[in-house]
Structure formats: C-alpha cells, structure tokens
C-alpha cells in the first residue's frame, strides 16, 4: 500500500464501519496502528467464504486518499490458503483502463488479470458495500472455483 495524497479521518471512520457490519468479516484495525492510521485491514472469517478456503483467514485492505481534484483508493483481498487475491485499485498504475481497475491473481489456475472497472457511486462508504457485494457475490465464486 501507499497512495499519494491526504487522508480524512472521518472517511475512515465511515469505512471501518462498513467493514464491521458485513457479514464475512470478524475483525477491523488500522494499519500499521490507530495513531498512523495508513490503512484498514480487515480479517475475514474463512468458514463465511464461498468457494471454501482453508482455515487462515483471508485479508481485506482498503486504503483511501484524496487529492485536490480526485480520490484514489485501494480495496484488495488477499487469501493466505490459496494465495488468491484481488481487488479494486483507483490509482494510476493502469491509465489505460480508466480511472479505476479490477485486478486478480489466482496462483492455483495460473490465471490473472488487469480489466476496467466502474463504480456508480462515489462516496467512499457506497463505493466499499458495492466492492464488498461483488467480492463475495461474484469475484470470488467466478474465480475460484475450479
């Protein structure tokens, strides 16, 4: 992690709420402590996962920042079972994808991938729910189970 810009503790609360009430996830902190406060990592409860995972608890960063004109953020799952992890990334290590990108990388099926990605909405706490529903509703059995 490491996005440029600033960040609003406020925003961070909004967003570690959100990782609190989800269902799959059983603990929130911020990283590396809650003076920094760099970003959230949230540990994911491995028996709420579909496909199943192994019993190492699966990892969601989210990392938010703004500029003057723009908001940049991270929001990246990692699994430890199987070392798949993937995430929605608004930064600008792929302009030629757009302002934001879905990228994943699943050692087990060799498979991994950059694509455009899009968000309907832009608050932070909006953006995360969606990002989250998608993980655990779409991503995750699509690029898994194999």
């Known amino acids: 992690m490491g996005l440029s810009g600033t960040i609003d503790s406020s925003v961070y ?5 959100v990782l609190r009430r989800y269902p799959t ?3 929130v902190a911020y990283e590396p402590d809650s003076i920094v406060k ?3 990592r949230a540990q994911v409860d491995p028996n709420r996962v579909f496909p199943p995972t192994g019993p190492d608890a699966p990892t969601l960063d989210v990392e938010w920042r703004f500029t003057t004109d723009d908001q940049y953020y991270r929001i990246h799952y990692a699994d430890p079972n199987t070392g798949f992890n993937c995430g929605w990334h608004r930064d600008d290590d792929h302009p030629e994808l757009g302002p934001v990108h879905f990228q994943y990388e699943n050692p087990v099926t060799g498979g991994n991938k950059h694509e455009r990605a899009n968000f309907e909405k832009e608050l932070p706490t909006e953006v995360l729910w969606t990002a989250l529903d998608r993980l655990f509703d779409e991503r995750l059995p699509d690029l898994t189970d194999s």
């Open 13 to 17: 609360e909004g967003l570690k709420d």
């Open 25 to 27: 996830v059983t603990t």
């Open 38 to 40: 760099k970003f959230l």
